[in-house]
C-alpha cells in the first residue's frame, strides 16, 4: 500500500460548514425524531417572537398555526406582533446558524446561541425540500416584505429566492412558514403543553393556537406589564475563563491593568482591583496588551483568592411571585385546586454568574392522587419538557421529606405523589443546561441549595394552611350543627312533649366558646377618571381603562361566654393601596391596619371593612390577619399577633 | 293471650325527650348517657345469671357534629316509634331504614346505623324492640320435635301445631315474635332440645330420626341465632325445664354462637336475661374432639387466631372447660366442621357420636 503523506491528507482535509454540521448532528439541537422536531420548532419559533417583541416593548400576541396535510409533513406557522425584521437581516436572521445580538450579552435572555430559528429554517428545507416563506412588516404604513430563503448549507449562508410586497393588517410584525418533517399525531400534547408552559411563564402574553383540525387554543393575557428589562452586564471576575480574560485584554481600550480589570469586570471597585492585583504579585500599571500567558494566569488565579462582591443582579428579570400566582390560577381554572402558593429567593450566584429562583406551588381540585406530582420546569421563562430526570431542579425535589406535607413519598425520597403540580423557573444569565438541546439544567450545587430552600418555604406555607384549613373545618363544622341541627333537636324534643321550643342562645355560646374571624373578599372592576387625550379616537388599542377595587369584610363573631375585647391586625399586601377603611383603625403602616377593637359582646358580631387597590382580581384571595391581648386558642381565623 | 299495653314504652319514650328538653332548658349542652357496649363493659350480673353491660357508660352529646346528629336522630327515631304505637302499626328494620330517607337531617347513611340506634334506644329505655313495634327482617329458624305450640294467626285465631305431625320436613318456623300474646308453648316429651348451627347437619339429624328416636327437640340456629331464636329457646327451656345442647362447627365464630345462646350477646346484653339460656351446654364439635375422633380439618387462619385469642380475654370464656379447649385448638391450629364426622358414614353421628356424647354429658344413659 502506497504510504500517505501529510500532503495527501491535506487534500481531503476542508473546513466543514456550520449547516453542514447541523445536518449530521440535528439531534444535539432538539430535531432528534419527528416528535421532537416539531416541539422544537414551535419553541424556537415561539421563543423569537416573544424575544422580538419584549425588545421593543411590545406586549406580546403570538399566533402559532400547525397544517398537516400529509402524515409526516407539517407546515407550521409562526406570528408575532413585534417590530419586524429590516428586509436586508431577513437572510441573516433566518438562513444563518450562529448570527444573533445575544450571544455576546451577559443578561438574561431566552435563546443565546443564535441556533433556533435558522435550524428550524434549515431542518424544514433538508426534510421537505420547501423553502421557508417569511413575511414581515416593520412601519405600520408600509406594505410587508414577503421572502423565501434557500439555505446553502455549504457557505451558511442562506438566499432570497421570491420577494414581493403584501397587504397586511398588523402594525408591524413577522410571520414564519416552515414545512418540516414531523409527527403531529405524537407530538400533538406536547405542543399543547408548551404553549400552556409558555403562557404560565410569560403572563404578558397572549398565544393562539391553531390545530390542523380547527380547534383553536387561546392562552390569555394576564398581565398588561412586560417584564422588567434586563440590563445587560459586565462579566464577573468568578465566572471568566482564562482564555476569556486575554482576549478582553486584547480588546479593551484601558491602557493600565487596574483600569482595565475596573472597566471590564463587574464589581470591581478600586479596593477589590488592587488587592486582586496585589495577590497576583503584578505591577498595577501595566499595560494590559503586553501581558504575559503567565501574568494573566496569575490574574485569574487571585480572582478565586479575593473576596469579591457578588454581580449586580439586574440582569435578571424574575416573574414575581404575585403574576406567578395569577397565572398558574388562570391555567389551574379547570382544575379549581384549593391553594396556590408562591415563594421566591434573593439573587444568588454559582461562578459569578447570577441566577434566582421562583417556585410555585399549586395543590388540590381535580389534580389526580395516585399520580406522581406534575413538574413544570422553566429556564429563563422557557418550559423544559425532555429529561426531568435528569435535571436538577427534579433532584432537588426528591431530596426533599414531602410525607409531612400531606404527599406521599414511598421512604422520604423520590418526586411524590399527590394531587399537586410543582412550578419552578430559574433565571439566570447563564443556565448551565447538561447540554446544547437545553433540556436539564446541570447539578450546581448553588442552584440545587435555593431550589430546595425555596420549596421548604413553599412548604412551610402549605403546612401553615391546612392547620388552618383543619381549624377552620373543625370550627365551621360546629356552625353547621348550631345553625341546623341544634334548632331541629329543640323543635323535635318539644313538639314530643307538647312544650314550647326552648331558646337556644346560652347552648351556642356554650357549644362554640371561640371567637370566629371569617373574611370575604369581593372584586369590584371600577372605571377610571377618562384619561385626558388631545385627539379624540386616538386612544390605542390595549391601554384598558378602569382597575379592580378588592374589598375585604372581616366578620368578627364572639361566641364566647363573655364580652372580648382585643386587637386586630390585617396584613396590606405588597403592591396594594388602602382606600376606604371602617371602622376607623388605631394605626396604619406600609405594611398592616391595626384596629382597637370594642368589646364584643356574647353571641354578637362586628364587621371590619377595609379596600385596596391596585390588584388584580384573583392576586388576593385570603386576609392575613393577626390578634393581640386575647388567647390566640381562644380565636379561629387569625394568628397570634408577633409584633412587626 | 293478652293485648299488649304500650303506654308504659310511650312514658319511657317520653322520658328521654324530657332529658334532651330539660338540658335545654337548664342550659347544659344536650346529652343522653347510655351503656358502652362492648366487650370490655359487660359483667355477669348473678342473680339473672347471664352476662350484662356493665357501669361504663357512653355519652351522646350535642357537643361534637357526630354526636348532635346521633341526638337528632334518636329525637326522630322515637317520635316515630310513638307514631307506630299511635296508630298500631310496626315496621321491619329495613321500613324503618327507608323512611328515615325523609328525616332530612336526620336521615340514616346506612342500615346498620339505623339498626344500632335501634338497640341503642332500646338500651337507654330498658324496653325491647318488640315493644317500639319494630321487627327484623330474618325470621327465626326452625324446629323440629315432639312439641305441640299454639300460635296466634294473623286473623287473630288460636292455632295448635305439632311440630312433627303438623309440619313437614322444614319443620316449624319460629316467628320473629315469640312473646305470650304470639306463642304459647303447649305440651311436649322431650328430653332435651339440640340446637344445631348448620342446616346441613339439622337435616341428618332429621333424615336419621333423631328427634324420634332420642326424644329431642331440634333447633336449627342458622348461624348466629336470630333474637326470636334465642327467646324461644330460652322460653322452651325455661318453661318445660328442658336442657339445651348446643352442637356447632369447631371454630372460635362457632363458640361465639353458643356464647350468645348461654350467656347473652355483647351486642344485646341489655336483654340477656329475655334471650339468653344459662344452662345451655356445649356439645361439640370441640377441639378434644378432632383429637378424640381423628376428624378431617382445616388449618386456623390468621382471623381465626386472632378471634380465639380475643375470647380468652372474653369474659365469658373464663371458665376451665373453653379455657382449655381454646388453648388446645391454638396449640393444634387445627378447625372442623360439624359434618366432618360424615368421614365415617351418614349415620355416625346419630348413632355414634351424638349418644356417646350426650351420654358423657350426664344428659341419657348409656
Known amino acids: 500500500m502506497a504510504k500517505i503523506t501529510a500532503h495527501d491528507l491535506a487534500k481531503k482535509q476542508k473546513e466543514i460548514s456550520v449547516a453542514e454540521f447541523f445536518e449530521r448532528n440535528k439531534h444535539i439541537l432538539g430535531f432528534g425524531n419527528q416528535t421532537r422536531a416539531l416541539i422544537t420548532s414551535v419553541k424556537e419559533g415561539v421563543d423569537n417572537g416573544l424575544d422580538a417583541c419584549e425588545e421593543a416593548n ?9 397544517k398537516n396535510h400529509e402524515d409526516s409533513e407539517c407546515r407550521l406557522i409562526i406570528e408575532d406582533n413585534g417590530p419586524g425584521v429590516v428586509k436586508k437581516q431577513i437572510p441573516h436572521i433566518f438562513g444563518r446558524l450562529l448570527y444573533g445580538s445575544r450571544f455576546h450579552a451577559i443578561r438574561q435572555s431566552r435563546g443565546q446561541q443564535g441556533i433556533g430559528i435558522s435550524a428550524v429554517v434549515l431542518y424544514g428545507q433538508l426534510t421537505t425540500g420547501k423553502h421557508a416563506k417569511i413575511t414581515s412588516k416593520v412601519e405600520s404604513d408600509r406594505p410587508a416584505v414577503v421572502a423565501n430563503l434557500v439555505i446553502d448549507t455549504n457557505k451558511n449562508r442562506a438566499e432570497v429566492t421570491g420577494k414581493d410586497t403584501v397587504h397586511w393588517e398588523k402594525p408591524t410584525g413577522t410571520r ?16 399543547y403543553e408548551y404553549l400552556q408552559s409558555t403562557s404560565i411563564v410569560n403572563p404578558h402574553a397572549q398565544i393562539t393556537y391553531k390545530e390542523p383540525d380547527g380547534t383553536v387554543h387561546l392562552f390569555e393575557r394576564t398581565s398588561e406589564v412586560l417584564p422588567r428589562k434586563a440590563i445587560e452586564i459586565k462579566p464577573h471576575p468568578h465566572g471568566v475563563e482564562l482564555g476569556t480574560l486575554i482576549k478582553l485584554a486584547k480588546h479593551t481600550k484601558a491602557r493600565q491593568l487596574n483600569s482595565f480589570l475596573k472597566s471590564e469586570f463587574s464589581s470591581m471597585g478600586d479596593r477589590t482591583t488592587n488587592a486582586v492585583i496585589d495577590k497576583a504579585g503584578i505591577e498595577k500599571t501595566i499595560n494590559p496588551k503586553t501581558m504575559t500567558r503567565e501574568e494573566f494566569l496569575a490574574i485569574h488565579k487571585a480572582f478565586k483568592k479575593v473576596k469579591i462582591m457578588s454581580p449586580s443582579t439586574e440582569c435578571l428579570s424574575p416573574i414575581g411571585e404575585t403574576l406567578i400566582k395569577r397565572s398558574l390560577k388562570n391555567e389551574t381554572h379547570e382544575i379549581s385546586p384549593e391553594f396556590i402558593i408562591t415563594a421566591s429567593r434573593p439573587p444568588s450566584v454559582y461562578s459569578g454568574n447570577p441566577f434566582q429562583i421562583e417556585v410555585g406551588l399549586v395543590y388540590g381540585g381535580n389534580l389526580p392522587k395516585e399520580e406522581p406530582v406534575k413538574i413544570m420546569r422553566f429556564a429563563n421563562r422557557v418550559p423544559l419538557l425532555y429529561q426531568q430526570g435528569g435535571c436538577v431542579t427534579t433532584s432537588a425535589i426528591s431530596s426533599i421529606d414531602w410525607r409531612r406535607y400531606g404527599l406521599t413519598q414511598p421512604s422520604g425520597k423520590g418526586v411524590p405523589t399527590g394531587p399537586a403540580i410543582f412550578l419552578i423557573h430559574v433565571s439566570s444569565t447563564l443556565i448551565p443546561f447538561t447540554s446544547e438541546s437545553k433540556e436539564a439544567i446541570a447539578d450546581v450545587e448553588e442552584i440545587e441549595n435555593d431550589i430546595k430552600l425555596a420549596f421548604r418555604e413553599c412548604a412551610r406555607k402549605v403546612q401553615h394552611h391546612i392547620h388552618k384549613k383543619v381549624r377552620r373545618a373543625k370550627t365551621r363544622e360546629k356552625f353547621d350543627l348550631i345553625t341546623r341541627i341544634l ?24 357549644i362554640m366558646d371561640i371567637v370566629w374571624i371569617e373574611d370575604i373578599i369581593e372584586y369590584e372592576k371600577v372605571s377610571r377618571e377618562p384619561v385626558q387625550t388631545t385627539l379624540i379616537g386616538n386612544n390605542p388599542e390595549g391601554q384598558k381603562s378602569g382597575g379592580t377595587i378588592t374589598k375585604s369584610r372581616i366578620m368578627v363573631v364572639n361566641y364566647k361566654r363573655d364580652p372580648q375585647k382585643f386587637n386586630l391586625y390585617a396584613i396590606i399586601p405588597k403592591d396594594a393601596v388602602v382606600g ?34 391596585g390588584l388584580e382580581q384573583g392576586d388576593f384571595d385570603e386576609n392575613d390577619l393577626y390578634i393581640e391581648n386575647i388567647n390566640p386558642t381562644f380565636v379561629i381565623g387569625a394568628d397570634k399577633w408577633e409584633g412587626e | 293471650m293478652v293485648k299488649k299495653d304500650y303506654s308504659n314504652v310511650i312514658e319511657k319514650i317520653d322520658l328521654v325527650a324530657a332529658k334532651i328538653y330539660d338540658d335545654f332548658q337548664q342550659t347544659h349542652i344536650p346529652s343522653l348517657n347510655l351503656p358502652t357496649r362492648t366487650k370490655a363493659n359487660i359483667k355477669f350480673d348473678d342473680n339473672l345469671n347471664v352476662w350484662k353491660y356493665g357501669a361504663n357508660t357512653t355519652e351522646r352529646s350535642a357537643k361534637s357534629l357526630d354526636g348532635a346528629y346521633m341526638l337528632l336522630r334518636t329525637m326522630y327515631m322515637a317520635d316515630f316509634i310513638k307514631e307506630m304505637i299511635k296508630i298500631n302499626k310496626s315496621s321491619t328494620l329495613r321500613e324503618m331504614y327507608y323512611i328515615s330517607e325523609g328525616w332530612d337531617l336526620a336521615k340514616f347513611h346506612s342500615q346498620q346505623e339505623s339498626n344500632l340506634l335501634a338497640e341503642d334506644l332500646e338500651v337507654i329505655t330498658s324496653c325491647m324492640r318488640e315493644d317500639f313495634k319494630l321487627r327484623p327482617e330474618e325470621d327465626g329458624a326452625r324446629v323440629i320435635g315432639n ?18 305431625d303438623d309440619v313437614g320436613d322444614a319443620g316449624y318456623s319460629i316467628p320473629y315474635n315469640v312473646e305470650p300474646e304470639k306463642i304459647n308453648i303447649k305440651g311436649t316429651d322431650a328430653d332435651f332440645i339440640i340446637a344445631i348451627e348448620t342446616g346441613g347437619m339439622f337435616d341428618r339429624l332429621v333424615e336419621n330420626g333423631f328427634d324420634a328416636s332420642h326424644n329431642a327437640i331440634l333447633v336449627h340456629l342458622k348461624g348466629q341465632p336470630a333474637r326470636s331464636t334465642r327467646r324461644f329457646i330460652k322460653r322452651l327451656s325455661a318453661e318445660k325445664n328442658l336442657p339445651v345442647l348446643v352442637f356447632t362447627d369447631c371454630d372460635p365464630w362457632s363458640y361465639r354462637i353458643f356464647a350468645s345462646i348461654a350467656y347473652g350477646a355483647i351486642k344485646t346484653a341489655h336483654i340477656s336475661e329475655y334471650l339468653a339460656t344459662p344452662s345451655s351446654q356445649y356439645l361439640g364439635v370441640t377441639p378434644s374432639d378432632i383429637e378424640n375422633y381423628n376428624l378431617p380439618t382445616d388449618t386456623l387462619t390468621k382471623e381465626d387466631i386472632n378471634a380465639l385469642k380475643s375470647e380468652l380475654t372474653d369474659p365469658r370464656f373464663q371458665d376451665s372447660f373453653w379455657k382449655g379447649e381454646i388453648k388446645l385448638q391454638i396449640k393444634i391450629g387445627k378447625k372442623s366442621e360439624q359434618q366432618a364426622l360424615a368421614k365415617y358414614g351418614l349415620d355416625y353421628v346419630t348413632d355414634t357420636y351424638l349418644p356417646e356424647k350426650l351420654s358423657e354429658m350426664g344428659i341419657t344413659k348409656k
Open chain 1, 58 to 66: 411590545i406586549l406580546p400576541d403570538i399566533y402559532v398555526e400547525i
Open chain 1, 176 to 191: 414564519i412558514e416552515v414545512s418540516i418533517v414531523a409527527d403531529f399525531k405524537r407530538g400533538k400534547k406536547y405542543v
Open chain 1, 487 to 510: 334548632p331541629e333537636i329543640a323543635k323535635k324534643s318539644a313538639n314530643m312533649l307538647d312544650k314550647p321550643v326552648p331558646i337556644l342562645d346560652p347552648i351556642i355560646t356554650k
Open chain 1, 580 to 613: 376606604t377603611i371602617n371602622p376607623k383603625p388605631s394605626k396604619i403602616t406600609s405594611n398592616f391596619i391595626k384596629w382597637n377593637l370594642d368589646a364584643i359582646p356574647p353571641a354578637n358580631k362586628i364587621d371590619v371593612i377595609f379596600e385596596l387597590a
Open chain 2, 147 to 164: 312439641l305441640t305450640i299454639e300460635e296466634m294467626t294473623r286473623n287473630n285465631t288460636k292455632k295448635k301445631i305439632h311440630c312433627q
